[in-house]
């Protein structure tokens, strides 16, 4: 079965850059989303297809795919970002989600 | 506002039978693939099951096939799952969510209800 494989963990000081990848075979040939995961709160949708942000979602959000790996960006990170990111992607009419990254701003 | 609100958890014994539903509100229900979506106690999202916009066409996680039912009555705007012979391993937070217009990027999540298999 398909697997996307995402790091346990990134940690980042408020201002900074934090990048979340996304592995999984072939994955530049199809459509990632990336959702974010606060404690207690239902999953919020915050780039699809790769690379384009819902309304409502910051500007600082941004995402892009290549090859084997989607990769999510958070530009100038907010304490209030900390949270579990979540890559997913369509297989043979499945959907298979990563395993999540936990953001922690230090 | 658009709105989806799950209901139909509790607890339940390993072997036996539950029906969650989530109702929609704020959009055209009709016009959307439905998906439910779990998450067990401290762990990740797991993809259960998707229902296309009549209830003709319906796919599920090897995990729950067979033993799970989506469904849809589009004219009360209410998504369903059937769950039978459940197991530890079902026990989860379970989210109905919109397929949105963008190619199964999920849109608008419920805020979940919990199910617990357990004697």
């Not at chain 1, 989607?70 to 979540?86: K, N």
Request: glycine share 12%; with cysteine; proline share 4%.
């Amino acid at each position: 079965s398909y697997e996307l494989t995402q790091p346990p963990s990134v940690s980042v000081s408020p201002g900074q850059t934090a990048s979340f990848t996304c592995s999984g075979d072939n994955l530049g040939h199809k459509s990632a989303s990336w959702y974010q995961q606060k404690p207690g709160q239902s999953p919020v949708l915050v780039i699809y297809q790769n690379d384009n942000r819902p309304s409502g979602i910051p500007e600082r959000f941004s995402g892009s795919s290549s090859g084997n790996t989607a990769t999510l960006t958070i530009s100038g990170t907010q304490a209030m970002d900390e949270a579990v990111y979540y890559c997913q992607a369509w297989d043979r009419s499945t959907a298979v989600f990563g395993g999540g990254t936990k953001l922690t701003v230090l | 506002e658009v709105q989806l609100v799950e209901s139909g958890g509790g607890l339940v014994q390993p072997g036996g039978s539950l029906r969650l539903s989530c109702a929609a509100s704020g959009f055209t229900f009709s016009s959307y693939w439905m998906n439910w979506v779990r998450q067990a106690p401290g762990k990740g999202l797991v993809w259960v099951s998707r229902i296309d916009i009549d209830g003709s066409s319906t796919t599920y996680a090897d995990s729950v096939k067979g033993r799970f039912t989506i469904s849809r009555d589009n004219a009360k705007n209410t998504l369903s799952l059937q769950m039978n012979s459940l197991r530890a391993e079902d026990t989860a937070v379970y989210y109905c969510a919109r397929d949105g217009p963008a190619a199964g990027a999920m849109d608008v999540w419920g805020q979940g209800t919990a199910v617990t298999v357990s004697s």
